[in-house]
């Protein structure tokens, strides 16, 4: 089978492989295609070091090639998406339900092999049915949308409720999207005004650039009141933390999922003046079939974030769009 291997930074090989052996509770997935995200980046780029070599690849739809024989929860020819991210079950956090924040967790193109390839091995538990009749596009932003999904009601929104999305990325089109299914109004704020088109297409009721200033008057103008009611943080920059806390009025909730990496003041004094509830948001815990049910349903719409599609053979290309301006999201046919 063709699979492309990292050997290290920027040393990336499209070359046949020994296709996967099946282990107790385990499938193997024939992928259909899988979306490039800035994790992927920033393993390709060496930012993020991973052991080598590695298949990445972790948002994933694909179809169920075959099972071992003690897995009954799926079966050959299902079409599946997969979930890229398990717990090891076992501890107290994964017992107590906790199984994100397990400090034993394994991540499907990151941690083992990924779906940047014909066909992958994966725990059986991490397939889950694709719903009759939803296309491979709409299904491909299903892991990020599962993100957003808890982050979002993590935030707890209520309806009619004036709410910012802080970044314009593929995670922050989601979330806007997830926001406007709650019922709240939403404000998108993004350093340029590049997509502030499509997120109107999608649902957001106002835009603001943060480099035109004016961010604390522009959320007292959209929520005709000290602020937004809540605020949820996708593009994880020291910048885009500072900004949420800007645009959240006394009382409000602030909810990070965008993982900044950097160093992020954050001016407690005014948290505590103003009983900012802050809140950490980290992947998913059972949100996947709550963002398959909203695909299918169509109040979130993933196939206008595809900008780029390339196959395996072009993934350098793939990489080299992935960081264009202009790119959101960039998918892989095999």
């Known amino acids: 089978m063709k ?66 024989a003690d897995v009954t ?49 994966l725990p059986a538990r991490c397939c889950w049915p694709a719903p009759d009749g939803a296309e491979t596009d709409a299904l491909l932003l299903t892991e990020p949308l599962a993100v957003v999904v808890r982050a979002v009601d993590r935030g707890a929104p209520r309806r009619g409720e004036s709410a910012a999305v802080v970044g314009a990325g593929s995670l922050g089109l989601l979330a806007l ?21 499509l997120a109107g297409a999608l649902g957001a009721e106002a835009t603001h650039a943060t480099a035109d200033g004016a961010l604390v008057e522009t959320a007292r103008r959209f929520s005709g009141r000290e602020g937004v009611d809540l605020v949820v943080e996708t593009a994880g920059t020291a910048d885009a933390v500072t900004h949420a806390l800007d645009l959240v009025r006394p009382g409000g909730r602030v909810v990070v999922t965008g993982l900044p990496h950097e160093s992020t003041p954050v ?12 809140t950490g948001s980290m992947i998913y815990q059972d949100e996947f079939g709550e ?44």
Request: hydrophobic residues 40%.
């Open 3 to 68: 699979a492309a291997v990292l050997y290290g930074p920027h040393d990336l090989r499209v070359e046949s492989t020994r296709e996967p052996r099946l282990e107790p509770g385990e499938a193997i997935v024939r992928v259909a295609s899988a979306g490039l995200c800035g994790t992927d980046y920033s393993i390709f780029t060496g930012d993020r070091p991973v052991d080598y070599p590695r298949v990445m690849g972790h948002e994933l739809v694909g179809r169920v090639d075959a099972v071992a």
């Open 73 to 121: 929860t799926v079966r050959p020819g299902a079409r599946v998406v997969v979930e890229p991210n398990y717990g090891c079950g076992r501890c107290p956090l994964c017992l107590e339900g906790n199984r994100n924040l397990c400090l034993s967790r394994r991540a499907i193109g990151i941690d083992v092999d990924g779906g940047f390839a014909e066909l992958m091995r």
């Open 177 to 197: 999207q997830v926001l406007r299914a709650r019922g709240a109004r939403v404000l998108v704020v993004s350093r340029t005004s590049r997509r502030f088109a």
């Open 267 to 278: 001016p407690f004094f005014s948290v505590v003046r103003r009983e900012i509830t802050i």
């Open 291 to 334: 963002a398959l049910r909203l695909v299918a349903s169509g109040a979130v719409r993933t196939r206008p974030l595809i900008t780029h599609r390339f196959g395996l053979d072009r993934i350098g290309d793939a990489f080299a769009a992935h960081a264009e301006p202009a790119s959101i999201k960039v998918a892989l046919d095999l």
